[in-house]
């Protein structure tokens, strides 16, 4: 059998059948199924451009799955034009620009690209099959959370836009929760946002509820206030299109009026998504580029004006829900605390930095206080939000980034992975290859040499030195002496943590030193 005839994976609202696509097409529902079936890459990208299908899952998958009708279509036995199905990736991956999902899922079939087109089918298939795993195990997880928050009775629960079966490949994210904790007998009552101007809460989200046999009534969403003002709500479950490095998360517009209204009645805010939805290249909110739809699609209701000739309309697909009004992330890996629920997942970043550090008495030696760093980069978007930070403060200042070893790497490599500038890497002795200078230093507990090789660094050049923890100030100095010795110029130290107290910055005084979180020693 080829990949082409591949059976159709069970159980999910997206499926390959016989060369083909197939899906519900969500412009239809809820009064006509109509079964929606794409052969070509310009059915794709029109079905995810019109909302045929639509949420962040869905469109990933079908990208993935556009990629394997491109590559198909582009391949004559063993040869296949990789050109032209990069440029139909391209195509695809642009067809709604807010949802990471989708370049994701294009991404990644494109990964498969040089093993021909059946390896571009199965990269498809295994996602298919991933997505039904991993929102299985997210809406449990999530289940579990709100019924933490609220133990013991009935909930009465608000959900914005569609988030079930119909945005995934199947169990859905948000509103798959809501239907797992129906099938605990956890709920009383559903209020679905309408979800203004195309209806997916009244007509998907609906649809997907009365067929679970869930309890449930539309709600107006200039509504949604008044219903927590009247105690009628006692937590707010919603999706993402894209979480940023900080927490904040791009959902269907109106999200954000939800939160703020949560946030002042003292209601649980919890976003569901899958971990592929976060996107640690942004640092916060404010750059995920928000898509805006035809304006039609507010002046008019089934081609029908509801509005004077030639009014202009606003009308962004999606809004920003900033990180301190969510209270968790659940995604299938973990509960992420948002800004309402923990001070280490808001504030500055000194105080996020400062709420993951732990100590370790006596470690490495007698005497000497460890301070582990191990919670802040296992943070999710944490350490790329740290990173965007300090390439934007220092943009211009600096042509190069020197990591010294080994956890000052960490940082390093993300400054210049988000500046766009080489790395360099200053190591312990040994470890490098060929001419090196050497420059020794003392530490808390002994003493220890750095090594870079003379031709890591061009005369000239201005390099940004990176540590992670600053104590005495032996560690960076050393590194810009190295810095020196190949005749760069350290334009600044940067360090995670400056432990005070120690005497680190004064010895360092002749260059400019900044501490991304400041503790005592």
Known sequence: MSAQQHAAVPAVSLSWEDGAIVTLDQRALPFEHRRLRMTEVDHVVDAIATLAVRGAPAIGLAGALGVALSAYAHGDGDTLDEAKVRADAERLAAARPTAVNLAWGVGRALTRLHEGADAVLAEGLDMLAEDVAVNTAMVRRAADLVESLAPGRPLRLLTHCNTGRLAT??????????????????????????????????????????????????????????????????????????????????????????????????????????????????????????????????????????????????????????????????????????????????????????????????????????????????????????????????????????????????????????????LTLVRKPGKLPGTVHCAAYALEYGEDRLEIRTDAVAPGDRVLCIDDVLATGGTLGAAAELAEACGAKVAALVVLVELTGLGGRASLARYPLTALCEVPA
């Not at 219903?227 to 919603?238: E, F, I, K, P, Y």
């Open 169 to 422: 490949a199947a169990v859905g994210t948000a509103l798959g929760t809501i239907i797992e904790l129906a099938r605990r007998g956890r709920v009383a009552d559903v209020l679905v946002d309408e979800t203004r101007p195309l209806l997916q809460g009244a007509r998907l989200t609906a649809w997907e509820l009365g067929e679970a046999d869930v309890p449930y009534r539309v709600c107006v969403d200039s509504a949604a206030a008044a219903a927590m003002s009247q105690g009628l709500v006692d937590c707010v479950l919603v999706g993402a299109d894209r979480i940023a490095a900080n927490g904040d998360t791009a959902n269907k517009v109106g999200t954000y009026g939800l939160a703020v209204a949560a946030a002042r009645h003292g209601i649980p805010f919890i976003v569901v998504a899958p971990a592929s939805t976060w996107d640690a290249r942004l640092a916060h909110g404010s750059q995920i580029v928000i898509e805006e739809r035809s304006p039609l699609e507010v002046v008019e209701f089934a081609g029908v004006p509801t509005a004077p000739e030639g009014a202009a309309a606003f009308n962004p697909a999606f809004d920003v829900t900033p990180h301190e009004l969510i209270n968790a992330v659940v995604t299938e890996k973990a509960v992420f605390d948002g800004g309402r629920a923990a001070q280490r997942s808001c504030g500055t970043p000194a105080e996020r930095i400062a709420g993951l550090l732990e100590d370790f008495p006596d470690h490495p030696a007698p005497g000497v206080v460890f301070r582990d760093l191990s919670r802040v980069y296992a943070e999710p978007g944490l350490l790329a939000g740290l990173a965007a930070q300090v390439a934007a403060d220092f943009r211009g200042a600096f042509d190069r980034v020197l990591a010294v070893e080994s956890r000052g790497f960490l940082l390093g490599a993300a400054v210049a992975a988000s500046a766009g500038l080489p």
